[in-house]
């Protein structure tokens, strides 16, 4: 649980996340980012819809409560792996700022010429 927090995630230091689970335990983690529906902390991503959220006094920031099966942690955990993964996101990246080079397809153009003569 105490890994390095990300450079993104310095606007919620003082935000943090309470996960109860089936065995009615707790277990608190630091949130790493709040974005649109979505909460990103340090084992998983969960949806803001289902959580209780209220204002811690001593820090300053939010409380997210939630009660989270563990099958629902660990779904959560696969969430912000393909979240981050690296190879999603070369997956949508199109290099479209590059324009056509004729100089390339020279070669083709002439040989299509010279059987068209």
Known sequence: MSRKIPSYAKAFKDHSVLIFDENQSITSYPV????GDTLEYEDGVLNLSTATKVYNNNN????YVFNVPKMAAVEAKHLRELRRSKVIKNIMNYETDKSLDLGKLFPYVIAIVALIF
């Open 60 to 63: 300053g920031g939010f409380t």
């Open 32 to 35: 790493y980012l709040v974005d």
